[in-house]
């Protein structure tokens, strides 16, 4: 939950690839009038290249360091929605990152909600394979204490995003209420 004594300067997306960050980050950014970070299009931007393409030459663990770095860096700025790479909240420093600056709110899909979501898309380095929905539920399922961990835990399999980024924008709104002021 969220704590009176933090700071919600941002307001941070987690969750699974294809639970819908960017777009509901979309409206979010709308409502509040906060500017909307896609960590992997930012990463894809600094690099000049696609993450599939990054996975695919340097290597998972220098995609990852690209994600905390970048995580660090948002951590100076305010008024930002930060939709985060699916797996940008694996590492506990990025976790504690971004809890010291933003409200965390995840995007809570099952796996045969993404899996519709993302079965005609190729742009996933980590669904590729013969077996995508079976990889889908490992992932999750092993990921799903770590996500669990947000502030806010928004299901959006019945939710479209317009509908759950008014909801996440009250939460987030009351949270920095409750917050002391700076
Ligand atoms: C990943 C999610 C992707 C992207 C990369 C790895 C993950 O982002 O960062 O392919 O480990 O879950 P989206 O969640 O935006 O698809």
């Known amino acids: 939950m969220a704590t009176p004594s933090r700071q919600y300067h941002n307001l941070a997306l987690t969750g699974f690839m294809g639970a819908g960050k960017t777009t509901v980050g979309y409206f979010l950014a709308e409502i509040l009038q906060f500017e909307?970070?896609?960590t992997d299009k930012v990463i894809e931007e600094q690099q000049g290249?696609?993450?599939s393409e990054i996975f695919a030459e340097q290597g998972e663990p220098a995609f990852r360091a690209m994600e905390s770095k970048l995580v660090v860096d948002l951590g100076h700025r305010r008024d930002l929605i930060i939709a985060t790479g699916?797996?940008?909240v694996l590492d506990p420093t990025n976790r504690a990152?971004?809890?010291d600056t933003s409200l965390v709110a995840c995007l809570w899909a099952s796996a045969e909600t993404i899996f519709e979501r993302v079965?005609?898309?190729t742009h996933r380095p980590l669904l590729r394979g013969p077996d995508p929905l079976g990889r889908i539920r490992h992932l999750l399922e092993s990921r799903s204490p770590i996500y669990r961990e947000a502030d806010l835990l928004v299901g959006v399999d019945f939710r479209n995003p317009p509908d759950t980024a008014r909801y996440i924008a009250e939460a987030f709104l009351n949270a920095?209420?409750?917050s002391p002021p700076g």
């Open 36 to 38: 909307l970070i896609d």
């Open 49 to 51: 290249r696609r993450v």
């Open 176 to 178: 920095r209420k409750a």
């Open 86 to 88: 699916g797996g940008l």
């Open 119 to 121: 079965r005609h898309q």
């Open 97 to 99: 990152n971004l809890r």
